[in-house]
Each structure stands twice: as structure tokens, then as C-alpha cells.
């Protein structure tokens, strides 16, 4: 049948099972926008308050589900202000398809109204891209984008259409049904019996678990290789849920925020297992001193990041979840009951603290979690907060912290709240924010309101850029430049202006009393917390060290 590359691209999204898009419209998607209107029973369209937050929508929607975001935007700045977005999915491996259209074919390169060469600038940010100037290519194009997002270690990739191709004609023919087959790279039994060896030879293992173990669905999998092989796990800010952090053997976040537990473990273990992490830098420190003492086993399904920042004594190159599902069928029970012990002590010795009265970070997040069980998904923005969030709050599954980790994107965080809340509508979720990052995207909040979601938006607002001015404070002779918000912004008026419910919260009762009462709303809700300039993140360790330097405020 013959189809506009309009109709087109609307069939293409309801083959790959999109039922919610996130965009803002412009003069050359019009042709897009005008089919969707007429699809509006089958594909829900959020319409954000900036392209930016379209992007992070999606990408909150992608981490939510596992599923591809799909976000659309215009030509010109309409598809530059997705730059930010797609840089955030690439870093953090989220699987998403933007779809921007561009001038027509005729009018490219020749700087016209609204040209912008998007496909050349968000090269170094996607797994792929594609110009499509010719309609009857579109839909194998589009096609391919979504299996190139989703194969192998996800990512975004970018679709961009000149207007004249989404009105051109085309024979469609619909995509032949069956479920594609998901691709992972052969594991050689070499390489299986070579990891068995190692962990039947080691007497202190410790796992290091990443943002790849959730990715590929391997919880189930983990926990029994973990109660196996019988040791501690620490996790990343992104492998956070993969393993239930109220588990015995679960010692909390590794690397410059991590717990002293964490870091002084991994510096003495004799095997470090890293499961589906990228050894950020944040985690390892001082390179040449991170685990300086282990082997280091390394499972991923990228080759690219074998050996790229920490060298390996040993890898296996696949999918996590079949990685450790071949490893447990390979290895006996393990024992290494004095090494528990060591690391027990270690527990009990250090767990994380904080002032026992008064409003602050920590205490905000702890009561949060007790309000919610535990059974909330969290998302943060970028600092303090976020450290805090993954810190004092205990994730049970995966999927359920939405960060940005790698890009570190301020203004990332209510706009993926809106694609979470919007992927998982029955559950509650909840952003975490500090005063810089929401002034960045609280926009967002009109967004929320018109959509009538029951978003949580804590504003943990110490009126200062915090992680910034930690910083200033420990290596930059309290050198406070640019980083103290003294201004007379009052975020209760902004957010009631747009049409939430807000309340302010300066006490611990205050903040636990409001936290009851948005639980119980049906619609967006913000509380603006009141918290010290100089609260800290602890423990942290100081740039160019070795994790095993760890110090709190108590050491200092």
C-alpha cells in the first residue's frame, strides 16, 4: 500500500510496540505530528516544556521498562537541544531512537531556516545515525534504528528525516511478524573454565557489579553466583538493584562516594569479579593503585572495555545474565567463611552517618525509603543529592535508581521522572533534586501537572551549588565561586504557579509530614527541604588517591 513517510514513520513505532512518544513539535515534523494526531488512540504523546526534556524522558522511560524511548523534535534548535539528552543515553548505554526532521532535501547545506547538520553533530554520541533522503528507505531505516538500539550493548540512535521525504509517497510493506532473536557474542567454553579456575583458587573474592548486570535482567542469576562463590558485593551508582542491597553480603556503593566497607575490600581482596561495569574513574580512583592486590575477572558484553581503563588477568566477552547462569552450572559451593568475616567487621566498623538531628540530605532519603518500603522508583539529578540517594536508600530490584551516571547531567532528573512515572503508572515516583539542578529543568513541573502525574519532586535545597562547594571547601581554600545561590527564588510559588501542590519542610517532622501527605496525592507534588550550605557527602575520597584512602568528616 502506498504510505506518506509520515504514515511511515507511525506505522514503523507501532510495529516495534511504541505506545508513548515524547516531543515538541515544529515546523518540519509537521508532517509527523499531523499523523500521530490521527494515531492518538494507539501512541500517547507527552508534549514536554523543552526538547531537552523530551530527550531525558525518554531515556527515564527506557531505563524504567528496558524497553526503547522514542523521543521526536523539530529541525534547527529543536533537534540540537536533544544533544544533551542523547550524550546522557550513550554514556549510560540506554536504548533510545530520536526521530528529528530536518529542511527538505533540496535546502540541505545551504543554510537555510532552521538547518542544522544533526547527524553530523551527534556522531560521537549514538551507536548509529541515519539521513533518510529517500522514502521508499525509510521504513528499513527506522527498523534497523530500533535493532541497532536494542542489540548488544544498547544506546541511542538518531533518525533524521528532511521534510519533504515525510510527504513523498512509498509502497510500505508491513514488517513480517516474529520475534527477532536477540544477538550476544558466543562464550567459549575456554573461557568459562578459565573464570572457574580462577574463583576456585582464590580466598578472598570480591564482586564489583555495574549498570551491564541490570541491563541484561541478571539478578536472579547474580544472587545465586553471589551465595555460591561466597563473597561481598559492591555496586555501582548504575548497577544499582542488581543485587538487593539488604542482602548480608552487599557492602554498599564502590569508588569516590563509596563506603569505606567497599573500598577497604576491594583493596585487600585476591580476585576482584567486575560484572558488567565500564571502571569508571569515580570508582577506581588512583588507576595504578585500584585493587592492586587481586586478579581481575572482568565480564562484558563490550569488548571495548577490556583492558580499556583497568587491565584484566582474565575476561569473558557476552551477556552477564548467561555469563553467570554458565558459571553456576560450572562451580560447587564455595567457602570463605574468615573473609565474610573480615568484611562483617568492616560493616560494623564503618557504616555511613550522618548528624543525628536536624534536616539533611541523608535523613531526607532514609525517610523516604521508610515511607515507601523501599518499593519507590528513585530518580535524582546530579551532586550531593544523588550520592545521598544512592547511598541511604536501600534498592531491591533493578530499575528502580534513574541517574545519570556516566554524562553526570544537571537537569536531567524531573524529565526522566515524567518518562518513569509515565512507564510505570501504578508505581511511585519520586525525583531528588538539589536547588541548582531543578532550577535547570523545573519547567518540567507544568509538564507533570497537565499529564496529572503523582510525581514526587524533593528539592533538597542548601542554596548553594553542594557538590561544587564540597569541593571548594576540602581542596580550594573555601574559594566559593560561583557556586552560592543567594538569590530570593522561592520554588513553593513556582511550582503552585504551575499548577502543582508544594509545601516547605525545615525540620525533620516538617519534611516527614509533607513526604506523608504527597504520598497520598493523585497529583505532582513539591517539597522545597531546607538543609545546611556545608553539609557533606561521606565518606569521599580525595582526587588522584587510592580508594583505600577513603576519609569522612571524623578523619579529618
Known amino acids: 500500500m ?59 522511560y527506557a531505563r524504567a521498562t528496558g524497553k526503547v524511548g522514542v523521543c521526536f523534535a523539530t529541525s534547527g534548535p529543536g533537534a540540537t537541544n536533544l544533544v544533551t539528552g542523547i550524550a546522557t543515553a550513550y554514556m549510560d548505554s540506554v536504548p533510545m531512537v530520536a526521530i528529528t526532521c530536518n529542511v527538505g532535501v533540496s535546502l540541505l547545506g545551504k543554510d537555510s531556516f532552521q538547518e542544522i547538520d544533526i547527524a553530523g553533530i551527534t556522531t560521537p554520541i549514538t551507536k548509529h545515525n541515519f539521513i533518510v533522503k529517500d522514502v521508499t528507505k525509510l521504513a528499513g531505516t527506522i527498523r534497523r534504528a530500533f535493532r541497532i538500539a536494542k542489540k548488544g550493548r544498547p544506546g541511542p540512535v538518531l533518525v533524521d528525516i528532511p521534510k519533504d521525504v515525510t510527504a513523498n509517497k512509498a509502497e510500505f510493506y508491513p514488517m ?23 574463583i576456585r583458587k582464590s580466598k578472598k573474592p570480591y564482586l564489583f557489579v555495574g549498570g551491564g548486570a541490570v541491563i541484561s535482567g541478571a539478578s536472579r542469576e547474580l544472587l545465586e553466583f553471589v551465595e555460591k562463590v561466597q563473597a561481598p ?22 569508588g569516590m562516594h563509596g ?49 580499556k581503563n ?13 555469563i553467570l547462569a554458565r558459571l553456576n552450572q560450572e562451580l560447587e559451593q564455595q567457602e570463605h567463611q574468615e573473609w565474610i568475616a573480615k568484611i562483617m567487621g568492616y560493616k560494623e566498623k564503618y557504616p555511613l552517618r550522618y548528624a543525628d538531628a536536624g534536616l539533611s540530605g541523608p535523613y531526607i532519603i532514609e525517610e523516604i525509603y521508610r515511607q515507601t518500603k523501599g ?81 514526587i519532586q524533593v528539592v533538597v535545597n542548601n542554596h548553594v551549588l553542594g557538590m561544587v562547594r564540597q569541593w571548594q571547601t576540602l581542596f580550594y581554600e573555601q574559594h566559593y565561586s560561583a557556586t552560592v545561590l543567594n538569590d530570593c527564588v522561592d520554588f513553593v510559588k513556582l511550582a503552585e504557579a504551575m499548577g502543582a501542590t508544594a509545601y516547605r519542610a525545615k525540620t525533620r517532622e516538617e519534611f516527614a509530614e509533607a513526604f506523608a501527605k504527597a504520598m497520598g496525592s493523585d497529583m505532582p507534588v513539591l517539597i522545597d527541604c531546607i538543609i545546611d550550605s556545608d553539609d557533606k557527602v561521606w565518606p569521599m575520597v580525595a582526587p588522584g588517591n587510592a580508594i583505600s584512602e577513603a576519609f569522612d568528616e571524623g578523619d579529618l
Open 375 to 455: 518499593d519507590a522508583i528513585m530518580v535524582t539529578e546530579v551532586g550531593q543529592h544523588q550520592m545521598w540517594a544512592a547511598q541511604y536508600y536501600k534498592y531491591k530490584q533493578p530499575r528502580t535508581l534513574i541517574s545519570s551516571g556516566g554524562l553526570g547531567t544537571m537537569g536531567y532528573g524531573l524529565g526522566a521522572a515524567i518518562g518513569a512515572q509515565m512507564a510505570a503508572p501504578g508505581r511511585q515516583v519520586i525525583n531528588i533534586a538539589g536547588d541548582g539542578c531543578f532550577r535547570m529543568n523545573m519547567n518540567e513541573v507544568a509538564t507533570a501537572v497537565r499529564q496529572k502525574l503523582p510525581i
Open 259 to 307: 563506603t569505606k566497607t567497599s573500598n577497604y575490600g576491594v583493596s585487600e581482596c585476591d580476585l576482584l569479579i567486575a560484572v558488567g561495569v565500564r571502571f569508571s574513574d569515580r570508582v577506581t580512583g588512583n588507576a595504578r593503585r585500584f585493587a592492586k592486590n587481586a586478579k581481575i575477572l572482568q565480564f562484558d558484553i563490550d569488548p571495548a572495555e577490556i583492558n
Open 176 to 198: 513480517e511478524d516474529g520475534a527477532e532473536e536477540r544477538h550476544v557474542t558466543k562464550i567459549t567454553d575456554e573461557a568459562i573454565e578459565r573464570a572457574v579456575k580462577m
Open 2 to 60: 502506498q504510505l506518506t513517510g509520515a504514515q511511515i514513520v507511525i506505522e514503523c513505532l507501532k510495529e516495534q510496540g511504541v505506545d508513548t512518544v515524547f516531543g515538541y513539535p515544529g515546523g518540519a515534523i509537521l508532517n509527523v505530528y499531523d499523523e500521530l494526531y490521527k494515531h492518538s488512540h494507539e501512541i500517547n504523546h507527552v508534549l514536554t516544556s523543552h526538547e531537552q526534556g523530551a530527550s531525558h524522558a525518554a531515556d527515564g
Open 310 to 322: 583497568i587491565l584484566t588477568d582474565a575476561h569473558i566477552i557476552g551477556d552477564a545474565k548467561e
Open 233 to 254: 558485593v559492591a555496586d555501582s551508582l548504575m548497577g544499582k538493584g542488581a543485587f538487593n542491597g539488604n542482602h548480608e553480603l552487599y557492602t554498599g556503593m564502590l
